[in-house]
């Protein structure tokens, strides 16, 4: 592979919030009706909940008209009437429920199935070309990123399709009961000056406009609340962050007694959690009251406005009720904005989280290194590697790897040999210069402190892949090549193994995995450090015996213990 000169800046025009909200709709939302492979099913799933909204839209329908002829027979003391619209009422509502539940059903099903597409989808994006590894190095790069994946994703499936269905569903009530209402309407009179005014409907134009303004005064009291909840989830996941350091590094904390540190800074950010919750609480107080006010005056409105026509026999009991549960329907259909302020708030905000999060992973795409038929497994001409900030740790490296050669790179720490290993494998960007890489052989990289991955034993040796291509004969002969013929007891077991072995005992797990893959080059950084000498010597031993014509670079701080196993030393 060649590896030129890269970038990690990101794009200002990227960190807009637009293009945020762009990026999501067109890789998160439309592909999944579009391009799916569930996207028949998904289409079969929205139609049927599609009816279902119609159905529960159709029985408010009917309980409107169901209102007038209720309260009808008890205003005209008919028993029998009575009776039979309390059965009536009684069998709409077993239909409503019915259909209301089955509604819950096929949306769930909806969002389960978009859920697991975006988690496959952004997965797939995450552990792409190193993309997990680039992250933490991208010194732009956003917070948290496993909420992105786990929580964010989650809440953008659940709000999405419960505020879509409640604008669709709104929507159909909408239009079924403004033809109710305005059927149920009569004209308004009233005089200014000598001229007399008519607003016909009136009861129509009331309900839009109540609305309207409902709807602009909870916009006032609720749009603090977007920043509000993105500051909020931010805060949390970083606390979460925090606990988990906590768990994952337990006995060095634990040694160095550093609880009260620890607790001092958990206390630290908690005490920043409260103070945005505190504020967002109080925000969230103002619109409650706001839009609690709104809805209970909601209620009582058609009465102040038609009641007097009960007393004076214009309108019925039952055709007042009927226009005050047409009203109350039509003005909930047309405020379904101040009902959904404080969801639609917190979608604008994982939406800009997960945009964020894509943008990111856009920039990480040209960082792909391309791959060629180079003979020698690695040749480096004027290569100058850099921290993110643009600081020299090696500068001018010209050097070449021969087949079955064994180099050793030497220097002390902070003069760039773990970075240097980085860029030798494809996952470091900030170079200059040309590396060549043959792609023909396979390669293997064991770090001063392996990865230990939580499961099986077997798969714990044989890691990257897994247990089910290799005997155990060939797991017990690496384990003998490697000094850990002791451990052959756990072979059955599954554990989380970082906590249960030393480092030592970690690093010669991880050096069996040579002997088990036996691949054509090896890299060690500094993979033997925690090893007595002797044992450290026998090691080198048997791997030379065992893979003599494998090609090996290792990093040391010193070239002292293990020059006479390599071929060339290199001083940084």
Known sequence: ????????????????????????????????????????????????????????????????????????????????????????????????????????????????????????????????????????????????????????????????????????????????????????????????????????????????????????????????????????????????????????????????????????????????????????IKNQKNLIFTTNIYGQIAYIFPFLVCGSKVFTKEITLGHLFQIGSAFGQLQGSVSVFVDMYAKTMRLNSVVRRLGGFLLTLEDFKLREPGLDEASLPIHTSGLSVYTPQQQCLIKNLNFDVHPGQRILIAGRSGQGKSTLLRVLNGIWPYTSGLITKSQKHKTLVLSQKPYLPIGSFRDLLTYPETSQNFSEEALIAAMNSAQISHLKKFLPEAANWTDLFSVGEQQRISFARIFIHRPDLVFLDESTSALEHAIEAELFKTLLEKLPNMTLVTFAHSADRLSTFHHQVIEL
């Open 1 to 280: 592979m060649t590896i030129m000169p890269k970038s990690l800046e990101s794009s200002p025009n990227k960190s807009s919030k637009w293009s945020a909200h762009l990026i999501v709709f067109n890789e998160l939302i439309v592909p999944f009706w579009i391009k799916s492979k569930y996207k028949y099913k998904v289409w079969t799933l929205s139609l049927l909940l599609l009816t279902l909204v119609g159905g529960t839209v159709y029985s408010l329908v009917l309980l409107n008209r169901w209102n007038q002829d209720f309260y009808n027979a008890l205003q005209n003391l008919n028993r029998d009437e009575f009776f039979k619209q309390l059965w009536i009422f009684f069998l709409i509502g077993i239909i409503y429920s019915l259909i209301f539940a089955y509604k819950f059903f096929v949306l769930q099903k909806i969002a389960v199935l978009w859920r697991q597409w975006l988690t496959e989808k952004t997965l797939t994006k995450w552990l792409n070309h190193k993309n997990y590894y680039l992250w933490h190095i991208h010194p732009n790069s956003m917070d948290n990123p496993d909420q992105r994946v786990s929580e964010d994703i989650r809440e953008l499936t659940d709000l999405s399709l419960e505020i879509g269905e409640k604008v669709f569903r709104e929507f159909i009530t909408f239009v079924s009961f403004i033809g109710i209402l305005w059927g149920l309407s009569s004209t308004f009179q009233f005089r200014i000056v000598d001229y007399t005014v008519e607003i016909p409907r009136y009861l129509v134009w009331v309900c839009l406009l109540y609305a309207f303004v409902g709807t602009w005064i909870a916009h006032k009291v609720g749009y603090p609340l977007s920043k509000l909840n993105f500051v909020q989830q931010k805060l949390e996941a970083d606390f979460r962050y925090l606990l988990v350091r906590l768990r994952e590094n337990s006995e060095s904390i634990a040694l160095l007694s550093g609880e009260n540190f620890e607790k001092q800074n958990l206390t630290n950010k908690f005490s920043q959690i409260l103070a945005n919750f505190n504020v967002l």
